[in-house]
């Protein structure tokens, strides 16, 4: 804030100046644009539920405010989605209450009032659990998936045999979500693929150039980079191999820009959007009369679920799928009944030989 300027709406001109500070701020911790003007939006629109400025707000009006998500009209929000909002606010109340940003001397000076944090451990949403998606999001069992996949293939014929246009597309689209499976990709690490990206495993040659993809576009976290990491093709998943070849040497060439450097193309010569992803799932799993509640993400959910049950160690499975701790992944593993009744009784199968060496 400029001194000795004369300010007709000072209290307007304080509030705009105090989240475009806060915003610089969070730029200076390279945090995406997109984050920081969906941060700006909230205050605002806290901001207009209390119809007062932050250095009058209370603790009793942001409670208000998160418990009218629960009650208004519509869909009510998730206890992640409330607490990223608690998490927002709570930011830039200690922005707005930090001295060394002088805005409680400015505003104690100038309005009689200093802003105060108004979020606490006492009404906030706890995070008690690793995993708060909701029950209906589960891995796809074998069958499902199977189904899944011959509805994808079903899609290319039955296009053909209309004579319609679109085959190739639907083409991509199937060979896309088996792809996303057999390396446990999310949504945005298998839209970002290059051609370039797929790699050869020299301890694998039977694999060719697709022995691994080389995911540039991971899941960033606290204002860092996208992670990047090598995802080896497991033998389990080796059926991917001749689909991957077919598709960039006989089908891709000719859907769009051969020389786009992007993997999954269009018919417009460009990258296939983040959106076309997820409709390519929704259009299988709606045509394989799968729940509605199954989600693009998760065919990884299955990934981790398979690699577990076909016995890769537990450290393997979380650096496939770039977990930075363990528990992540835990909460990913849903083995089935069969697989638990199979080490169960190995397990007593061991046990009942160590008792035959003893006598």
């Known amino acids: 804030m400029a001194e000795n300027v004369l300010r007709l709406m000072p209290e307007e001109d304080t509030f705009a100046a105090m989240l475009d500070g806060w915003a610089l701020q969070q730029r200076s911790r390279f945090l995406k644009a997109p984050t920081i003007a969906m941060r700006q939006r909230l205050v605002k629109r806290f901001a207009d ?25 519509g869909r009510p929000v998730a206890p992640s989605t409330a607490r990223g909002h608690q998490n927002a606010l709570r930011l830039f109340m200690e922005y707005v209450t930090d001295a060394r940003y002088g805005w409680p001397a400015h505003c104690d ?45 079903a899609q290319v014929e039955q296009i053909r045999c209309r004579g319609r246009k679109g085959a190739q597309a639907a083409h991509r689209d199937a060979v896309l979500l088996k792809t996303i499976y057999a390396f446990g990709l999310r949504r945005r690490e298998a839209w970002g693929l290059d051609v370039a990206d797929l790699r050869h495993n020299p301890q694998v040659p039977r694999f060719g150039r697709v022995g691994g993809v080389f995911v540039r576009w991971g899941k960033s976290s606290r204002g860092s980079q996208p992670k990047r990491r090598l995802v080896f093709l497991v033998p389990e998943m080796d059926w991917i191999v001749p689909l991957m070849n077919q598709w960039i040497d006989e089908l891709r060439p000719n859907l769009g820009d051969a020389d786009h450097p992007a993997l999954w193309t269009t018919e417009r010569r460009g990258r296939l959007a983040l959106r076309g992803v997820n409709e390519a799932f929704v259009a299988a799993r709606d045509a394989a009369g799968l729940p509605a509640e199954l989600d693009l993400h998760g065919l990884r959910h299955s990934y981790v679920t398979h690699l577990t049950e076909f016995g890769y160690p537990e450290k393997f499975v979380q650096d496939q799928v770039g977990h930075v701790v363990g528990a992540t992944t835990a909460t990913y593993t849903h083995v089935s009944d069969d697989f638990r009744n199979t080490l169960l009784l190995d397990s007593i199968g061991r046990q009942a030989d160590g008792w035959d060496l003893l006598l």
């Open 109 to 153: 000076e100038h309005f009689g009032e200093v802003p105060a944090q108004v979020l606490h451990e006492w009404n906030t949403v706890p995070h008690v659990s690793e995993y708060e998606g909701e029950p209906g999001r589960r891995p796809l069992t074998y069958d499902e998936i199977q189904r899944l996949f011959d509805a994808a293939d």
């Open 49 to 73: 539920f209390t119809n007062e400025y932050p250095w009058q707000w209370q603790a009793v009006e942001v409670e208000a405010f998160v418990a009218g998500l629960r009650t208004s009209g």
